[in-house]
Structure formats: structure tokens, C-alpha cells
């Protein structure tokens, strides 16, 4: 057995544990778009952003949004085309 040891050059990245997992797949899948959407608001490419979520138990529903005045209408008009696409989803 040899004592020798090598080391390789470059940044060494730290890996975080995750202390609460995700759920299920639906639960890591909204996750996922969360932390997508996120980013990009930290990055300085969103100006505005809709939100409507349903409590786990189907009893609540909430809505919440950011937005610049200017894109109202614009916000309104694909909420509405996703209220189409969600009712033709459930047939």
C-alpha cells in the first residue's frame, strides 16, 4: 500500500445537503419553475410576474402579483389564454 497522494489543480465546489426534500414530483416540479423564475428576477429579466397557487387541500386558492403598469393588459391576456388552456386540459 503506498502512502502517496495526488492532487489535482482547480476550484473545489462545496455541495449543500438538502435538508427538506421535495414531496413528490408535482412538489419538486413547481419547485423547479419557482427557482427558475427566481433567477431570472435576479438576474434583471423579468419586470413583471402573476402568480396563482391552490392549497394542498384544494380549499384555497391565492393569486399574487409584481407588476409594472404597462403590462397589465399583456398579464391579463395570457392569464386568460392559460384559463383556456387549463379548461381544455381537464376534458
Known amino acids: 500500500m503506498s502512502d502517496t497522494h495526488t492532487t489535482r489543480g482547480g476550484p473545489v465546489t462545496k455541495l449543500h445537503p438538502v435538508s427538506v426534500a421535495p414531496v413528490d414530483e408535482s412538489a419538486a416540479s ?3 419553475l419557482l427557482q427558475e423564475h427566481l433567477r431570472l428576477a435576479r438576474e434583471g429579466k ?35 389564454v392559460l384559463t383556456h388552456d387549463l379548461m381544455a386540459a381537464r376534458t
Do not use: H, Y
Not at 50 to 71: F, H, L, M, R, Y
Open 30 to 32: 413547481m419547485i423547479d
Open 46 to 80: 423579468l419586470r413583471s410576474l402573476a402568480v396563482v397557487s391552490v392549497s394542498a387541500n384544494g380549499s384555497a386558492i391565492g393569486t399574487q402579483w409584481s407588476c409594472e403598469p404597462s403590462d397589465m393588459a399583456s398579464l391579463i391576456g395570457k392569464l386568460t
